[in-house]
């Protein structure tokens, strides 16, 4: 093998790969997300293209709540530098977002579907790091419903997770939370080798990003 | 003229005119986002293109926030049915999402630029409001400035607009933030009819959307 071992992917095979696997794996049926949770940036694009397809009946819009995880990229706008440093000795996650609670939306997360979207499952560290911190705000939650509704059964709280592409190599970190793969709510619309994903949006020269996805 | 009215726009199209209206504008050189703000769910797909052609020196990346507003949509999470119905009988908008303020990131709106970013402005109700909101939460915080630094000179808070498509049409709403149009940081990668217009992120068939794009 010589050459640029990169793989490259077009917008079109984006959404061409989100639109099969939500046939596929029948997405937005048995598990119907009340939130789709896309983490920024990468998941911003396939988050979008998803609630394409697994909109409701009678044209109704998941709401989409961007949460902002970073690990590899360098953020410009941090003012506290040594938070980034720890974050990057620790191999942790920097949150430069979270999700928004109160009237008239999404004012608990308690017993709702949730449905976690990325571009990439690479280490799964920003994965596990969303899933932890979610759980934290469920558990949270879940304490104040049983407070405000004592002797009543606290609701099933669901998450799910959807990728573009799950890199087939050995993980830094495994999913705090066992049930969504157990209940088979890990998704990724396609796999690959441990090799450069070169998505659309990143290119710079997009008729020659194009030709090369084959 | 007969038959389909539509303006269908292709990905790799929303790609080539996001990346002339940088080079055409010169966006990111004057003024230089700290923070893009991408209107969900429109905006997320323009912000994150667009991120690509105005990044740093120094590869360091401009923070995304996103914030979630709602006027033609039929939002499937909401809590409260009289909020709803409010905001569509005043021809209001919907907060679905807002930003995140705190360490490690973005404590302050206070001198920044703040590039707000969707797809289309078309009554131009939604963009008024993310800048009326916006001013209101600057507005707190350079309080907040003059009291933690007293005698100090408040520094400019530059809010900038990006658009994909601006519909030439009278627009319900005027901008609340007016030097943002007298400033020069206004801009609209292209300009159309008041037709509707059909994004890629929409189509269920992407080979026959694409084909349609001339």
Redesign the interface.
């Known amino acids: 093998m010589s050459g640029d071992t990169k793989i490259y992917v077009?917008?079109?095979q984006v959404?061409?790969i989100i639109?099969k696997a939500v046939a596929k794996y029948r997405i937005g049926q048995e598990f119907q997300p009340?939130?789709i949770i896309?983490i920024?940036?990468g998941g911003?694009?396939p988050?979008?293209?998803l609630?394409?397809?697994i909109k409701?009946q009678?044209?109704?819009?998941?709401?989409?709540?961007?949460i902002?995880l970073s690990l590899y990229?360098?953020?410009?706008?941090?003012?506290?530098e040594s938070?980034?440093a720890l974050?990057k000795a620790t191999n942790q996650v920097?949150?430069?977002?979270?999700?928004?609670f109160g009237?008239?939306?999404?004012?608990t997360l308690v017993g709702?579907s949730i449905l976690i979207v990325d571009e990439v499952d690479d280490t799964r560290t920003t994965l596990s790091y969303a899933v932890q911190e979610l759980r934290k705000d469920i558990a949270e939650q879940e304490k104040k419903f049983i407070k405000e509704h004592p002797g009543k059964k606290v609701p099933e709280t669901k998450l799910g997770i959807f990728v573009l592409h799950n890199k087939k190599k050995e993980k830094k970190m495994q999913l705090p939370d066992e049930s969504i793969v157990r209940a088979g709510r890990y998704w990724a619309a396609d796999e690959t080798a441990d090799r450069w994903i070169v998505y659309?949006?990143?290119?710079?020269d997009?008729?020659e990003h194009?030709q090369k996805c084959v």
């Open positions: 077009s917008y079109n959404h061409e639109k009340d939130l896309a920024g940036g911003f694009i988050a979008r293209i609630r394409t397809f409701r009678g044209n109704k819009n998941i709401l989409i709540q961007a902002g990229e360098d953020i410009h706008d941090i003012s506290d938070a980034v974050a920097i949150k430069t977002q979270w999700l928004s009237p008239p939306v999404a004012t709702k659309p949006w990143e290119a710079i997009i008729e194009t």
